[in-house]
């Protein structure tokens, strides 16, 4: 305390602080603890402050001058090749595949219109490297387009797109399949593709018994001596009480409606709403065989219907 401090800014405007007219609350803020210190505030350009600069740099740089790895020489920064090891290894295998060798003599044979061999003797298959078969290559590809530092693990059709430009190899698609299929990372985390469900959406309570009921069906069974094979449960959401149909998985509307005549309506009379998950597809079409049906045999089955109770009088 006392003594005088100088300090160096690449802030112009900070220089003139003390004397500002106008400051905004930051500025205010600040100059109320700086004013007990004895200050001078000197410009000193940002271009000007290599020192500094070179003192605030990074750590991880070091490594790498540590080695006597100059990357600053200019000798050394102008022989600086970044080259695909992969490609060239499979240039290599190439040389010694049988497979290729095949492609190579059926060219002879026969003119392809895909195939060509390059200057280099280098396999292509239009603009595509053609791969050997060998798995392991296939794998370090599709292991470099996937699950590297640089990949997300893509779903195995973008993997193909992206890697379809630049190789070829026989069942390449399915080898890609297969390989995403097999990620342990993308069998644990499952990405949900679809919308939100947003909030539950409750069913209201019935308010009569058999006015609301729900349908589903117990598939798979073995066929029973009437050529059954299924069971068609109706419940009424009120009371919970349940019928159990015998049918056949084969049965159309048409024959759903006729057995819901004689089961169901003959007991409880037509439902108001009827909520079915396992047979939505052909709800419509129960639905309009019923009212259908409703129309031609009202008069039929109109005996056979029970009077609903008077529902003032419980
Ligand atoms: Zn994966």
Redesign the pocket.
């Known amino acids: 305390m006392g003594n005088l401090c100088h300090i160096y800014t690449d802030h112009k405007s900070l220089k003139y602080i003390f004397t500002q007219p106008e400051l905004n609350m930051r500025q205010r803020r600040w100059l109320e603890l700086i004013k007990d210190y004895n200050l001078e505030v000197h410009y000193h350009p940002g271009k000007a402050n290599v020192v500094a600069d070179a003192l605030s740099r990074k750590q991880h740089v070091e490594p790498l001058l540590e080695e006597g790895f100059n990357l600053l020489h200019p000798v050394v920064l102008h022989n600086i090749v970044i080259s695909c090891s992969l490609e060239s290894q499979i240039i290599e295998l190439q040389k010694s595949d049988p497979g290729i060798f095949h492609i190579k003599r059926k060219m002879q044979e026969q003119d392809t219109k895909h195939f060509r061999v390059d200057e280099k003797g280098v396999l292509w298959f239009d603009n595509r490297l053609v791969v050997p078969k060998d798995h392991d290559v296939h794998n370090k590809i599709i292991d470099e387009a996937?699950?590297s530092k640089l990949s997300i693990?893509l779903g195995s059709s973008k993997i193909y797109q992206d890697l379809k430009p630049r190789f070829w190899w026989t069942k390449m698609k399915k080898e890609i399949a297969a390989y995403?299929a097999r990620?342990?990372?993308?069998c644990r985390v499952k990405a949900v593709h679809l919308k939100p469900a947003g909030l539950l959406q409750p069913l209201s309570v019935p308010g009569w018994k058999w006015e609301e009921i729900s349908m589903d069906f117990i598939v798979g069974l073995p066929l029973t001596q009437k050529g059954h094979n299924s069971i068609w449960v109706i419940v009424d959401r009120l009371t919970k009480s349940a019928h159990f149909i015998p049918v056949h998985a084969t049965y159309r509307p048409s024959d759903y409606a006729e057995l819901y005549f004689s089961q169901i309506v003959r007991l409880h009379g037509v439902p108001r709403t009827i909520i079915s998950i396992e047979v939505l597809s052909s709800l419509p079409a129960f639905g309009s065989t019923c009212i259908h049906s409703l129309v031609q045999n009202w008069f039929a089955i109109q005996p056979t219907i029970l009077k609903p109770p008077d529902r003032l009088s419980v």
């Open positions: 996937h699950s693990h995403v990620c342990d990372t993308c």
